[in-house]
C-alpha cells in the first residue's frame, strides 16, 4: 500500500505558488492619474445604474456608461 508524503505535496504547491507570483508580477502596471481613476468611477457607477434601468424596463442614454478617449497627436 502507498504512503501518501504530505510534505513533499506541500514543498510542490509552495514553489507552483511561487512560480504564479513571480509570473503576476512581470505584468506591467497601469499607472492612473487621480482624474483618470475619478472618471473610471464614474463609468463603472454609470453601468450598473444602466444595468438597473434595463432591468426596471428603461431605456438608457446611449453614452451611458460609455468612456471616451481622445487621441492627441
Known amino acids: 500500500e502507498p504512503e501518501f508524503d ?4 506541500e514543498d ?3 514553489r507552483h505558488s511561487k512560480g ?3 509570473a503576476k508580477s512581470e505584468v506591467g502596471e497601469v499607472k492612473l492619474s487621480s482624474e483618470q481613476l475619478k ?3 464614474q463609468v463603472e457607477r454609470e453601468r450598473v445604474q444602466a444595468d ?4 426596471m ?3 438608457p442614454k446611449e ?3 460609455v ?3 481622445q487621441e492627441s497627436p
Open 57 to 59: 424596463g428603461y431605456v
Open 6 to 9: 504530505f510534505s513533499k505535496d
Open 20 to 22: 504564479l507570483m513571480s
Open 39 to 41: 472618471e473610471l468611477k
Open 63 to 65: 453614452g451611458m456608461g
Open 67 to 69: 468612456r471616451y478617449e
Open 12 to 14: 510542490q504547491l509552495k
Open 52 to 55: 438597473r434601468l434595463r432591468k
